[in-house]
């Protein structure tokens, strides 16, 4: 029950952080986006680069996550979803069913 209540809150603040409509396949885009967001930071990265950035990121914030609950501040803080969403071409190209880059 509860832990319906912490998804149903989370889902309605993606939806309004990114203007989603409130069906299911809305949510699924937000989804999508988090895929083509881990895809484009990570590509041509190496594994010891991404550590390095779970590394230096653990040292500023006092403890470890991993680099999608790093992606995740990302796509929730209000200075940075905008330049998240451009890097991606857009919201049309973020948001959209092409999983392709």
Do not use: C
């Not at 939806?15 to 484009?40: A, C, I, M, T």
């Not at 501040?73 to 973020?94: C, D, I, M, Y």
């Amino acid at each position: 029950m509860i832990r319906e209540q912490f998804r149903s809150r989370v889902q309605a603040m993606v939806r309004n952080r990114y203007k989603l409509r409130p069906d299911p396949e809305s949510f699924v885009s937000y989804q999508r986006f988090g895929w083509k967001l881990l895809h484009h930071i990570t590509r041509n990265k190496t594994v010891n680069a991404l550590r390095q950035l779970e590394r230096d990121h653990a040292r500023t914030i006092g403890y470890f996550e991993p680099i999608t609950m790093i992606l995740d501040h990302l796509a929730f803080s209000p200075k940075l979803f905008t330049r998240a969403v451009a890097a991606l071409g857009g919201s049309s190209q973020a948001f959209s069913n092409d999983l392709s880059q």
